[in-house]
């Protein structure tokens, strides 16, 4: 498994360098892990903005 990364702005968790949801930087300096598997019904996904499904971190240095 490659080091996942995750999005400085929206959190979004990736393989990539840049966040393929909002283009901004990942960082590898993340903490703690939440899947989205509704965002629609999820109020933690209202919480954090998030508006597709996926893997987020919930801290992003
Ligand atoms: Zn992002």
């Given at each position: 498994m490659k080091d996942l990364r995750a999005c400085r702005k929206c959190h979004y968790i990736t393989e990539?360098?840049?966040?393929?949801?909002?283009g901004g930087d990942t960082s590898k300096d993340w903490h703690g892990c939440i899947i989205i598997v509704d965002h629609k019904k999820s109020a933690l996904a209202k919480k954090m903005n998030v508006s597709v499904n996926g893997r987020f971190a919930l801290r992003v240095r």
């Open positions: 990539s360098d840049t966040c393929p949801i909002c």
